[in-house]
């Protein structure tokens, strides 16, 4: 029959023969029979080398890429075999392995369909389950994390993102150097300890050559990093640096808000919240007019706005000496404020100076805006996965995206 010879074409395993294929039309299924050549010696599971031969057991099915809306699956009686050093054992066969009943190209098949759209999606579209696909992916990850080249790496982000409901995060090590980006390892929790782990996975010959390390001022973090990469030089995180100045304006606009409103003042300050907080050249012409109009008054609220774009000014320097000028200026010139919440930042940015400058040190090489480009992608893939329901499903998702793993080869691409 063609089909035989259509899988021989992409599907060959020295030692084993297609023997008969059979369609069952009512069950929509193709049987295809397999059994070991003649002469041939099966393969020891646990040592991977020839043994004798001990029995047979009962047939067994894998399921293979489906085709035409055909159910595929080979069917197969396994050998044991008595092996001098293993004992008795079951066979190791090409096409599958340990108790998956998916086929490896199925698997692999399933796993690269799975990155294109979500696990539901892949199930639906291939007529098999979630638990399938998840369990082909796993092990793709599996697979490309054991044989992945972790090579040198001069360049960390870590980040931790929000996970689950509750207030749960993920640490998150991204590889950030100029060519290659890409998930090192994700982390239950945020804690010490789950970003410990990391450094042990990498190992000290490993992590003494990080040149630098991108984070945020979360200051178990930064110990952590000084220790574990003593030659890194570590840059805080722009994205972070701006969110905290967001947050104080945020607080400043609603306290002066409410205020406003007790003391039966015109409500000014109503629906300004983004005409403050974005960037003047993100804003929509409606935010725009709102904040034109805003600036004619003399509130703190404008004042720290005011502030706050100067700031932006600082990325600009190329000399970290005359950024660390600029730095201790506005500073000043926040502390002269009398804004409280503005007052604070100051306060968090002078007891960072150093890792800050350490931006302009590194020649702003490592723009934080990739650190923020892959946790937006992480987000984007656990939001598109509402079937993870475990840690262990959203790790292996976020590595399958993310990670760039190598993934096992196939002589025939099926996708
Ligand atoms: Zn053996």
């Not at 980006?181 to 982390?187: A, E, N, S």
């Not at 994205?239 to 967001?246: G, K, L, M």
């Not at 992608?377 to 399958?400: D, L, N, P, S």
């Amino acid at each position: 029959m063609q089909l035989i010879r259509l899988l021989n074409a992409c599907y060959r395993h020295p030692g084993f023969v297609y023997e008969e294929a059979r369609l069952l039309e009512a069950e929509k299924l193709i049987e295809i029979d397999v059994r070991p050549r003649r002469g041939s010696r099966a393969i020891c599971s646990s040592c991977g080398k020839p043994a004798a031969g001990y029995d047979t057991l009962p047939q067994r099915r894998f399921e293979f890429i489906p085709v035409w809306g055909f159910t595929v699956v080979l069917l197969y009686a396994m050998r044991r075999v008595g092996c001098r050093p293993c004992g008795v054992k079951v066979e190791q066969v090409p096409w599958a392995i340990g108790k998956h009943t998916l086929c490896k190209a199925y698997m692999l098949f399933l796993a690269q369909w799975a990155r294109r759209m979500s696990w539901q999606e892949t199930a639906q579209a291939f007529r098999t389950s979630w638990e399938k696909v998840f369990h082909s992916v796993e092990w793709v990850v599996e697979w490309g994390l054991t044989h992945r080249e972790l090579g040198s790496i001069s360049a960390i982000g870590v980040d931790e993102i929000q996970y689950g409901r509750g207030h749960e995060y993920l640490t998150l090590v991204y590889q950030i150097d100029a060519g290659i980006t890409r998930l090192l390892w994700v982390g239950k929790e945020r804690t010490i300890a789950s970003f410990q782990r990391f450094f042990d996975m990498l190992g000290q010959p490993l992590a003494d050559r990080i040149e630098f390390v991108c984070s945020d001022m979360w200051k178990p973090y930064l110990k952590l990093i000084a220790l574990n990469c003593p030659n890194a030089l570590n840059i805080l995180d722009r994205f972070h640096v701006v969110a905290s100045i967001n947050k104080a304006i945020d607080e400043v606009r609603a306290s002066e808000a409410r205020r406003m409103e007790q003391d039966g003042y015109e409500p000014v300050l109503k629906k300004t919240r983004w005409s403050v907080l974005k960037r003047r050249h993100n804003l929509t012409g409606k935010q725009r007019g709102r904040l034109k109009e805003l600036l004619k008054y003399n509130l703190k609220t404008v004042r720290a706005y005011l502030l706050k774009e100067d700031f932006h000014r600082f990325w600009e320097y190329t000399s970290a000496t005359w950024a660390g000028k600029f730095l201790d200026q506005w500073c000043t010139q926040v502390m002269r404020s009398q804004i409280e919440p503005m007052k604070k930042v100051v306060g968090t940015l002078r007891r960072h100076r150093e890792l800050l400058l350490n931006y302009f040190r590194a020649r702003k090489q490592f723009s934080s805006g990739v650190v923020e480009g892959l946790n937006n992608k992480c987000k984007v893939t656990m939001r598109k996965a509402y079937g993870f329901r475990t840690f262990k499903a959203t790790e292996i998702a976020i590595y399958h995206v993310l990670g760039k793993l190598p993934e096992p080869k196939l002589a025939h691409r099926f996708c």
